[in-house]
């Protein structure tokens, strides 16, 4: 066995460094593309469509693979992440993500959700906007305790809107 081993060549460490590199941004590649399909697996309407019929913004949604509409828009110009429920009465913000849109709450309310009782806060959002459609003065609820960042984009909204769902695509029309 030699006393004295014959050290690498510079060259040899800066290779075998240059190769760890390239895996670990082929894995980062293969991370951030496969972030991105999730996303769109979740919220498939991340920027939605908007086609005019006889003067009249129409929107096309599909469902994600729960079933569930969600959708990006805006409140107040503000991106915001909606989850279609025209079981609710009133767009409902959850009140972690409220004050991002602008909105403070007013009067207290009493609320029945689906997990029983709940308080929340009236107020009033100058813009909603799915797609091409906008509306103007919409009445909301900031609800404290309600969790995630999605909100419910409820009948507030909806009930000015001619829905039609088939299969697995959800059709809103603005009335004109």
Known sequence: MPENPTPLPPTRGLG????????????AMIAF????????????????DTIVVDGAPVVRLLANRQGHYLATGKING?????LLDTGATSVAI????????????????????????????????ESVQLGGIVRRNVSAIIAPDFPGQEILLGMSFLRHLKMEQNRKQLTLRAYK
């Open 94 to 125: 959850p009140g972690s993500i409220a004050a991002r849109f602008g909105v403070r709450g007013g009067q207290a309310i009493q609320m029945e959700t689906a997990n029983g009782k709940a308080v929340g806060y009236t107020t009033t959002l």
């Open 33 to 48: 593309l496969f972030n991105g399909w999730l996303q769109r697996q979740n919220n498939p309407n991340s920027d939605p």
């Open 78 to 82: 503000v991106e915001a992440d909606f």
């Open 16 to 27: 075998a460094g240059m190769i760890v590199v390239g895996w670990l941004a082929a894995i």
